[in-house]
């Protein structure tokens, strides 16, 4: 493949589109099929992988918020209150359903999933091949975002959290002592280890790898891998842990900042309790004001999953609920993941021939309702789950359902406001600050943000919390609970088009300011393990698992 790699890159110096270039090239040489940027891109040099690796850049989407989300799974286990009550009437997963032996809520068919289950739950084979596979499309996961999925984490054993996160660190810092030199990816030693240019799909090939990368697992610290992971080149900048609302009280939180955690996805999926009950969540809206206000008031980021087309609901209570979301000062959530229910076979909501779910058409014109209406402040993360259409036996099996939405959006002359739909992509030529308070969970939020007219740069989240819950966090203190500046993930220490201008500094001075304004003697950030350098250079120090600062009157 060599051949027409190189061919692909002599048509475009002469100036060829790359489209012309793979086809061309692919017909010179008799290629069965046409050729794909990962084949270009694994079979050149590192000088012209260097020259042409933003042409050829494959999914360039995933990293294009600045991170590079890592998705992992852990091994599957009932929920706690299917025990007794079983699974949730829609949940098509567990150790006892009808997909085999997967995690709760997950069909075994999705990718992430497939990608567990290949490495056998192992978290540092997930890491490890996931870091591999962003390398080999032409991307840079050097700032990861450690995402865990796979059930309710928090109701797992501390032994087993402790290990499932030291391992997954383990793998980012492995990975980052054997193929980078003088913090520069040595691309050779890259394709020497993972047998490339080659078929990545070939099982020999990837048995072989595997059993490489399982002799590099050794016996290990979650504090030692905490700590290597400050200097690492791939850098954990954000840890994410799903779980159910009656799992993330006090208890489970203060574990999760132990792990690391900055950010807690929380399975809502409803404001009624009327529907909870219906579909056997097990836990209530009153759960879910309750942990909210502990995760805010510990500085973690709030994001809910939220269900539409449940039992017991309709079109109005579902449009409802996201109002009562946002002007509830008790729930305002800083994200959202909106899933229509899907029905699967197996579960108890398959074998209800009664319970008619949405459409995709009709799916469509809620969300678009809903994000007509959705705060500045909120990114709306995912609209429908990653399960695959084959396995949806009844509900909107689409995969594009987000483009449906968008079409809705634009026959309304609906615009959405969510961070999500005002990220920028090009460089800001000039940029304001925009300051928005309001009250939430008993404390006091300032969404700061840096903008170029509608287009979101950077924003930080800024709150004065109600209660004191741990040591750290005094009465006179303030929380960022995020800082964040958009545009493709620029290498650490190098300027990138949006990223390492001195957005983020300037918007963590507008916070100080704001704070001492107030009263605030003490600024503590909920901060990524892999960031903690960055706040240290800005006079932060450790204190407990955050970063603070002691606020001095100018």
Same mark, same amino acid.
């Given at each position: 493949m060599r051949a027409p790699s190189k061919e692909v890159i002599d048509l475009l110096e002469q100036g060829h589109k790359l489209s012309i270039a793979k086809?061309?090239?692919?017909?010179?040489?008799? =290629? %069965?099929? =046409?050729?794909?940027?990962?084949?270009?891109?694994?079979?050149l040099t590192q000088k012209e992988r260097n020259k042409y690796q933003t042409k050829l850049i494959t999914k360039p989407v995933r990293t294009s918020s600045g991170v590079a989300p890592v998705a992992i799974m852990t091994s599957p286990t009932e929920c706690p209150h299917a025990k007794t009550t079983g699974p949730c009437t829609m949940c098509p997963g567990g150790p006892k359903s009808n997909f085999g032996n997967v995690p709760q809520s997950y069909t075994g068919a999705e990718p992430a999933t497939r990608r567990a289950l290949r490495a056998n739950f192992d978290p540092y084979l997930q890491v490890f091949n996931r870091l591999e596979q962003f390398i080999a499309i032409g991307q840079l996961p050097e700032k990861v975002e450690l995402i865990i999925m796979g059930g309710t984490f928090p109701a797992r054993t501390i032994n087993y959290q402790d290990t499932f996160v030291k391992y997954a660190f383990k793998a980012m810092n492995d990975f980052s002592k054997i193929f980078f030199t003088k913090n520069k990816l040595n691309l050779e030693k890259f394709k020497t280890f993972f047998e490339l240019p080659g078929d990545i799909q070939d099982e020999a090939r990837v048995k072989?790898? /595997?059993? %490489?990368? %399982?002799? =590099?697992?050794?016996? +290990?610290?979650?504090?030692?891998?905490?700590?290597?992971?400050?200097?690492?080149?791939?850098?954990?900048?954000?840890?994410?842990?799903?779980?159910?609302? *009656?799992?993330?009280?006090?208890?489970?939180?203060? !574990? $999760?900042?132990?792990?690391g955690c900055t950010r807690v996805e929380l399975g809502v999926q409803s404001t009624s309790n009327k529907v909870l009950t219906k579909i056997k969540r097990g836990h209530s809206i009153e759960d879910s004001i309750k942990s909210t206000q502990i995760l805010k008031d510990l500085g973690f980021k709030i994001n809910y999953h939220m269900m539409i087309g449940l039992p017991k609901s309709s079109k109005k209570q579902d449009i409802n609920q996201f109002k009562e979301l946002f002007s509830n000062e008790d729930l305002k959530p800083d994200m959202l993941k909106i899933y229509? +229910?899907?029905?699967?076979?197996?579960?108890?909501?398959?074998? *209800?021939?009664?319970?008619?779910?949405?459409?995709?058409?009709?799916?469509?014109? /809620?969300?678009?309702?809903?994000?007509? *209406?959705? #705060? #500045?402040?909120?990114?709306? $993360?995912?609209? !429908?789950? *990653? /399960?695959?259409?084959? !396995? /949806?036996?009844r509900g909107p099996n689409v995969t594009n359902l987000r483009q449906e939405v968008d079409k809705v959006m634009r026959k309304n002359k609906y615009l959405c406001n969510c961070i999500r739909c005002r990220e920028i992509k090009e460089p800001a030529k000039a940029h304001s600050i925009k300051i928005l308070a309001y009250e939430a969970s008993e404390g006091v939020e300032f969404f700061i943000e840096a903008h170029d007219k509608n287009k979101i740069i950077g924003f930080c989240r800024l709150r004065f919390p109600n209660q004191s819950l741990r040591k750290e966090i005094t009465k006179d203190s303030a929380l960022i609970r995020e800082l964040h500046v958009y545009g493709d993930s620029a290498i650490i220490g190098e300027a990138g088009k949006v990223q390492h201008k001195g957005i983020g500094k300037e918007l963590l001075k507008i916070a100080e300011k704001i704070s001492k304004e107030n009263n605030k003697n003490k600024m503590i950030i909920i901060s990524g393990i892999g960031v903690r350098n960055y706040y240290k250079k800005l006079n932060y120090k450790l204190n407990g698992p955050y970063m603070s600062k002691k606020l001095t009157s100018s």
């Amino acid at each position: 493949m060599r051949a027409p790699s190189k061919e692909v890159i002599d048509l475009l110096e002469q100036g060829h589109k790359l489209s012309i270039a793979k086809r061309e090239a692919s017909k010179k040489h008799k =290629l %069965k099929g =046409l050729i794909t940027n990962i084949q270009i891109l694994n079979h050149l040099t590192q000088k012209e992988r260097n020259k042409y690796q933003t042409k050829l850049i494959t999914k360039p989407v995933r990293t294009s918020s600045g991170v590079a989300p890592v998705a992992i799974m852990t091994s599957p286990t009932e929920c706690p209150h299917a025990k007794t009550t079983g699974p949730c009437t829609m949940c098509p997963g567990g150790p006892k359903s009808n997909f085999g032996n997967v995690p709760q809520s997950y069909t075994g068919a999705e990718p992430a999933t497939r990608r567990a289950l290949r490495a056998n739950f192992d978290p540092y084979l997930q890491v490890f091949n996931r870091l591999e596979q962003f390398i080999a499309i032409g991307q840079l996961p050097e700032k990861v975002e450690l995402i865990i999925m796979g059930g309710t984490f928090p109701a797992r054993t501390i032994n087993y959290q402790d290990t499932f996160v030291k391992y997954a660190f383990k793998a980012m810092n492995d990975f980052s002592k054997i193929f980078f030199t003088k913090n520069k990816l040595n691309l050779e030693k890259f394709k020497t280890f993972f047998e490339l240019p080659g078929d990545i799909q070939d099982e020999a090939r990837v048995k072989k790898v /595997i059993a %490489k990368i %399982k002799k =590099l697992k050794k016996i +290990c610290t979650l504090e030692k891998e905490q700590k290597r992971n400050e200097t690492s080149n791939i850098k954990c900048i954000g840890l994410v842990i799903e779980t159910r609302p *009656d799992y993330a009280n006090l208890k489970e939180a203060n !574990q $999760m900042l132990k792990l690391g955690c900055t950010r807690v996805e929380l399975g809502v999926q409803s404001t009624s309790n009327k529907v909870l009950t219906k579909i056997k969540r097990g836990h209530s809206i009153e759960d879910s004001i309750k942990s909210t206000q502990i995760l805010k008031d510990l500085g973690f980021k709030i994001n809910y999953h939220m269900m539409i087309g449940l039992p017991k609901s309709s079109k109005k209570q579902d449009i409802n609920q996201f109002k009562e979301l946002f002007s509830n000062e008790d729930l305002k959530p800083d994200m959202l993941k909106i899933y229509p +229910c899907l029905v699967t076979k197996g579960t108890e909501l398959y074998n *209800d021939k009664r319970f008619k779910p949405l459409t995709a058409k009709k799916a469509a014109k /809620i969300v678009a309702e809903v994000k007509k *209406d959705i #705060p #500045p402040y909120v990114r709306i $993360m995912r609209i !429908q789950r *990653d /399960i695959p259409h084959t !396995q /949806i036996a009844r509900g909107p099996n689409v995969t594009n359902l987000r483009q449906e939405v968008d079409k809705v959006m634009r026959k309304n002359k609906y615009l959405c406001n969510c961070i999500r739909c005002r990220e920028i992509k090009e460089p800001a030529k000039a940029h304001s600050i925009k300051i928005l308070a309001y009250e939430a969970s008993e404390g006091v939020e300032f969404f700061i943000e840096a903008h170029d007219k509608n287009k979101i740069i950077g924003f930080c989240r800024l709150r004065f919390p109600n209660q004191s819950l741990r040591k750290e966090i005094t009465k006179d203190s303030a929380l960022i609970r995020e800082l964040h500046v958009y545009g493709d993930s620029a290498i650490i220490g190098e300027a990138g088009k949006v990223q390492h201008k001195g957005i983020g500094k300037e918007l963590l001075k507008i916070a100080e300011k704001i704070s001492k304004e107030n009263n605030k003697n003490k600024m503590i950030i909920i901060s990524g393990i892999g960031v903690r350098n960055y706040y240290k250079k800005l006079n932060y120090k450790l204190n407990g698992p955050y970063m603070s600062k002691k606020l001095t009157s100018s």
